[in-house]
C-alpha cells in the first residue's frame, strides 16, 4: 500500500496524503466503539433494572477509564512511540466488544465501558499525535482536522449502527477494529529514536515526524504516570482550547447519556434507532461543521465553537420545558457544532505550538480538561434528575453549561493571538 509511493505523491512529509487519511482510521474505529451502546443503555436499563443515576454511572465508567489512560498514554506514546500504544488500546477496545454482546449485568457494562474508556484515551493522545506525524509539518492544519473530524464520526456513527443492528454491532465493530490493528501495524511511522517503523520505497521517513532532540529530552523526563501537560510556552493556546472544548464535550456527553431517557419521556418511545439517529445527526453536524471552518482563524473557529454551545444549551432548557423533540434535535446539533469546533480548534492550537515529542501528551492534556466536566457534570444532571424530575435536573445542567460556555468565550477573547507564545 506504501511502498510504491513517489515523492511527488507524499506532499512536504515525504507520504502520500493517503495515508494521512488512512491513519485516521484507527481513530475513527475506536470512537465508532465509544458510542455504540448509547441506544441499547434503555433496552438494558429495561431488561436489567437500574435507575437513570446508575446509567450516568456507566456511562462515567468510561470517563474514568478514559481519564486514566490520557495519565499514561500521551507520555509513553512520545517517549517509545504511537504503535506500542496504539497496539494493546485496540486489544482492550476487541475484549470490550466482547463483553458488551454477551451483558447482562450492570456490573458488566461497567467493565465494558472501562475498557473502552482506557482505548479511548490511548487513541485521543497517541492514535491523534501518530495522524500529524504521518503528515509531516507541512500539512499539520490537514492532520488536525482528519484527526478531529475521525473523532466525531465514529462517535456518531457507532450509535447509528446500533440502533440498526441493535447487540450485532459489536461484531461488526470488532472487524472495523481489526482493519484498524492492519493500519496501525503498516503505519509509515518513526519510533521514538527517530528510527523509521516501517520503511517506504523510494521514500525517506519525514524527518519532521520524529521528536527533535531537545522535545526527546523534555519526554523523557519525568514521572511516566502524571497529569499531562504542555512543553513551556503553549500554556495559553491549551487553556483556550479546554476552554471551548470542555463545555462542547460535555453537552454532547449529556446528550448520549440522557438524551434516549428524554425521547423517551417526549417520544413515548424506547427505539433504539430514534435515539442512534439522533446521536448520528449530533456528530455528523460536528463533523460537518469542522470542514466548514477549517479555513478560518484559529480564534474565530473557537469562538464559534462558543457561541454554538451556548445556544445550544439554551435550546435544551427550552426543549425540556416545552416538551419540545425539535428543539431537543436542535440542542443536539448546537451541542455537536461546539465540541467539533472546540475540538479542531484546540487541536490545531496545540499541532502548531507543540513539538511532535511531546504532541501526544498535550492531546492528552487537551482531553482530560475537556472529559473531566463531562463526566462529572452528566452524572450530577442524573442523579438531580432522579431526585426532582428529569425537567429540572436538564434544566439547571443546561444553565450551567451555558455559564461555562460563555466563559470559555471571554478567554478566547482575552487570550495570546494563536502563534503568540505566553508562558504556560
Not at 170 to 175: C, D, I, R, S, T
Request: net charge positive.
Amino acid at each position: 500500500m506504501v511502498s510504491g509511493v513517489r515523492e511527488a505523491d507524499g506532499g512536504e512529509g515525504g507520504v502520500a496524503t493517503r495515508w494521512v487519511w488512512t491513519a485516521a482510521w484507527p481513530v475513527t474505529a475506536v470512537f465508532v466503539l465509544s458510542n455504540a451502546a448509547t441506544p441499547l443503555y434503555v433496552r438494558w436499563q429495561r431488561e436489567i433494572g437500574f435507575s437513570k443515576g446508575t446509567l450516568t454511572v456507566i456511562f462515567a465508567c468510561y470517563i474514568v477509564g478514559l481519564l486514566g489512560s490520557l495519565l499514561v498514554s500521551g507520555v509513553v506514546s512520545d517517549r517509545v512511540g504511537r504503535k506500542p500504544v496504539l497496539l494493546p488500546a485496540l486489544g482492550l477496545a476487541l475484549a470490550a466488544c466482547a463483553i458488551f454482546a454477551s451483558a447482562s449485568s450492570v456490573a458488566a457494562l461497567l467493565v465494558a465501558r472501562l475498557f473502552s474508556g482506557i482505548a479511548v484515551g490511548a487513541v485521543v493522545s497517541a492514535g491523534m499525535a501518530a495522524v500529524t506525524d504521518v503528515a509531516g509539518p507541512g500539512r499539520r492544519r490537514l492532520a488536525a482536522l482528519l484527526a478531529s473530524c475521525a473523532m466525531v464520526f465514529g462517535a456518531g456513527l457507532g450509535p447509528l449502527l446500533a440502533g440498526v443492528l441493535g447487540e450485532g454491532v459489536f461484531a461488526l465493530e470488532a472487524v472495523l477494529l481489526v482493519a484498524a490493528v492492519l493500519v496501525v501495524v503498516r503505519m509509515p511511522l518513526r519510533g521514538s529514536s527517530g528510527v523509521p517503523t516501517r520503511s517506504v520505497r523510494s521514500v525517506p521517513a519525514p524527518s519532521a515526524s520524529a521528536p527533535s532532540a531537545s522535545a526527546r529530552s523534555a519526554s523523557a523526563s519525568g514521572a511516566w504516570v502524571r497529569i499531562p501537560g504542555v512543553p513551556r510556552g503553549s500554556g495559553g493556546e491549551l487553556l483556550m482550547g479546554i476552554a471551548v472544548f470542555a463545555p462542547g464535550i460535555t453537552a454532547t456527553s449529556f446528550v448520549l447519556s440522557l438524551g434516549p431517557s428524554l425521547l423517551s419521556g417526549l417520544l413515548d418511545t424506547t427505539s433504539p434507532v430514534v435515539a442512534g439517529a439522533m446521536a448520528f445527526v449530533m456528530f455528523l453536524t460536528a463533523t460537518g461543521a469542522q470542514f466548514a471552518v477549517q479555513r478560518l482563524d484559529r480564534r474565530t473557529i473557537l469562538l464559534a465553537g462558543a457561541v454554538s454551545t451556548t445556544i445550544g444549551m439554551g435550546a435544551l432548557i427550552a426543549a425540556v420545558r416545552a416538551s419540545s423533540v425539535p428543539l431537543l434535535v436542535a440542542a443536539a446539533l448546537l451541542a455537536g457544532a461546539g465540541q467539533g469546533m472546540g475540538q479542531l480548534g484546540g487541536l490545531s492550537l496545540l499541532n502548531s505550538s507543540v513539538p511532535p515529542g511531546r504532541l501526544a501528551e498535550a492531546n492528552a492534556a487537551l482531553n482530560v480538561g475537556g472529559y473531566v466536566p463531562a463526566g462529572v457534570l452528566p452524572v450530577t444532571a442524573g442523579y438531580l434528575s432522579d431526585a426532582v424530575g428529569l425537567t429540572a435536573g436538564a434544566t439547571v445542567f443546561g444553565a450551567v453549561l451555558m455559564a461555562l460556555a460563555l466563559v470559555g468565550g471571554l478567554v478566547v477573547l482575552t487570550g495570546p493571538a494563536p502563534g503568540q507564545k505566553k508562558e504556560a
